[in-house]
């Protein structure tokens, strides 16, 4: 499975931008997707995760009530909207595919990872 995570770029603190995550078969229709950061010199962080129907989703405690997180299985993709974005949400963004049905919070219970998309914000 290839994961390919997208739509990062370059923005104000404020602004909004959607994160793509593409799998190249539909291999994770059946499993949860997380989406982590990792900014420079810190440890990566859990963002959200969606599980393999969408009925349950779960947030980082940084993003919550920012940050949406939704799939769409039939185009093999999960989506991270993130609005009111502040320059702490700098970091390089990757989705992964979990090892369960049900997100994890912890990278360990991810299988497949994508590499990832820069998003910066200026402040």
């Known amino acids: 499975v290839q994961l390919q995570a997208s739509g990062g770029g370059l923005v104000q603190a404020g602004d909004s931008l959607r994160l793509s995550c593409a799998a190249s078969?539909?291999?994770?229709?059946?499993?949860?997707v997380g989406w982590f950061r990792q900014a420079p010199g810190k440890e990566r962080e859990y963002v959200a995760g969606?599980?393999?129907?969408?009925?349950?989703?779960n947030y980082g405690d940084s993003v919550k009530g920012r940050f949406t997180i939704s799939r769409d299985n039939a185009k093999n993709t999960v989506y991270l909207q993130m609005t009111s974005l502040k320059f702490e949400d700098t970091a390089v963004y990757s989705c992964?595919?979990?090892?369960?049905?049900?997100?994890?919070?912890?990278?360990?219970?991810?299988?497949?990872w994508g590499q990832g998309t820069q998003v910066t914000v200026s402040s």
């Open positions: 992964a595919v979990g090892l369960r049905s049900v997100p994890q919070s912890s990278s360990s219970g991810y299988i497949y």
């Open positions: 078969k539909r291999t994770f229709s059946n499993n949860a």
């Open positions: 969606i599980s393999w129907n969408g009925g349950i989703t």
